[in-house]
């Protein structure tokens, strides 16, 4: 073997010797990047796990569809209402679940939310093991990272018994508005009246006020008439016990000249 053959086979040898530690370098490298693919698959399912036990529990009715309105998953609590299972419901569309005007409307509905990535709340009315049931619905497009519509996701919550508390508070309110509003209106007539009654009042008040003014007035001049005739008759009296007096004199002037005659006569 010459010296150029050994040299060359030498080299061959050494880029094998590359070849396999770079092979070599590659497993490990795809062995550790299946650990990493396995640790977060196993993260990946731990999480769905405990997703579907939380989506298990909400009191809520949640489903979950693809942009073709199908179901892709729900909870219980909304599969219940079917008498399934939550997993029964996978590929099934409300077609399969609500009469043709019913899922003709929800479609309506559901398309616009994915449409127009705007979030729709409304109430809706449904028959749930024959009782009529009133939820509230939102609906929500599901979006990746990159702005694209995957689907659309559900929240069903019963709201019948608040709905039929509500009604019963506002016939109530109702109703005491109603009293109220009577009682209003007693109070108002009872206002009137009394303000009727005061104006009597005043108008009595006022006539009496007068007829009193007309009365203090007449009784004024009867007392300055009575004065004067107490005065007219004090002066007459004085008079008269002057006449008298003068009458006395004159009877007692007249009695001495009786009695001076009378002597005069016995001494003739």
């Known amino acids: 073997m010459t010296e150029a053959a ?48 939380i989506i298990g529990t909400l009191p809520l009715r949640l489903f979950v569809k693809d942009v073709g309105l199908n179901y892709l998953l729900c909870n219980e609590a909304y599969s219940l209402d079917w008498d399934m299972r939550a997993g029964d419901l996978a590929g099934k569309s409300d077609r399969d679940l609500f009469a043709a005007e019913t899922a003709d409307k929800l479609a309506e509905i559901e398309l616009e939310v994915i449409r127009s990535g705007r979030t729709e709340i409304a109430e809706e009315d449904r028959l749930v093991a024959g009782r009529e049931v009133t939820f509230l619905a939102i609906r929500k497009p599901v979006v990746d990272g990159e702005g694209n519509t995957l689907g659309i996701l559900g929240l069903l919550q019963d709201i019948t018994e608040d709905k039929r508390q509500k009604a019963a508070h506002e016939r109530r309110i109702h109703e005491l508005e109603g009293a109220l509003s009577e009682r209003v209106g007693q109070v108002e007539s009872l206002r009137n009246e009394l303000e009727k009654t005061l104006e009597e009042h005043r108008r009595k008040e006022e006539e009496f006020s007068r007829v009193r003014a007309e009365m203090e007035g007449e009784l004024q001049i009867r007392r300055e008439e009575i004065h004067r005739l107490r005065n007219e008759l004090q002066k007459e009296m004085y008079e008269r016990g002057q006449a008298i007096e003068a009458l006395k004199k004159s009877v007692a002037h007249s009695q001495e000249l009786l009695e001076s005659v009378q002597k005069f006569a016995e001494q003739r």
């Open 6 to 53: 050994g040299s060359e086979r030498f080299k061959t040898i050494q880029d094998l010797m590359h070849e396999l530690v770079a092979l070599w370098q590659r497993v490990n490298d795809l062995e550790e990047s299946d650990r990493e693919l396995r640790r977060a698959l196993e993260a990946l399912q731990a999480s769905e796990t405990r997703l579907r036990s």
